[in-house]
């Protein structure tokens, strides 16, 4: 009999090891597909600036490059203002870091809409580009463009 109740423990404990493994395979696999909670990958970013603007050469203000998916052509675009939104702990300087060293800093994605409204701009237009930013490939998924429709003051 002591054999026997022997042998049942250890098929109780070997049962006992068995389930604990799979329950905490299990959570690992479940805790896998739970959605992150945490920020977005790519920084939420405000660009306020002047496309296309004539700007001297000793301008203080930082004028970028960029491109628009799918064209060849470039567009200047003389950036006053610059503000994360939403995402990483990231500056905006940080950001311009990144682009400064590039002929072309930003490659513009979005919707056939949006991307009309920025090259459809006329020179020296106002435009606020909200937009997320691909750090590794310096992309700028354009969410919406918001022209200034006041005259500017020189």
């Known amino acids: 009999m002591n054999n026997h109740m022997l042998s049942i423990g250890l098929c109780g404990l070997m049962a006992s090891l068995l389930l604990s493994a799979t329950v905490s395979v299990f959570a690992q696999v479940n805790g896998s597909l739970q959605p992150q909670l945490g920020p977005p990958l790519r920084p939420l970013i405000k660009l306020v600036g002047f496309l296309n603007e004539p700007t001297p050469a000793t301008s203080p203000k930082p004028v970028l490059t960029v491109a628009l998916a799918g064209e060849d052509k470039r567009y200047s675009f003389t950036l006053t203002d610059m503000r ?11 950001i311009l870091s990144e ?27 106002q435009l606020s580009i909200l937009a997320e930013y691909s750090r590794g490939d310096r992309i700028l998924f354009v969410q919406s463009v918001e022209k200034d429709e006041e005259p500017r003051r020189q």
């Open 84 to 94: 994360i939104m939403a995402g990483p702990l990231i500056t905006p300087g940080d």
């Open 99 to 125: 682009v400064k060293p590039y002929s072309t800093n930003f490659y513009l994605r979005g919707s056939r809409a949006v991307m009309t409204q920025i090259s459809d701009a006329s020179a020296g237009e």
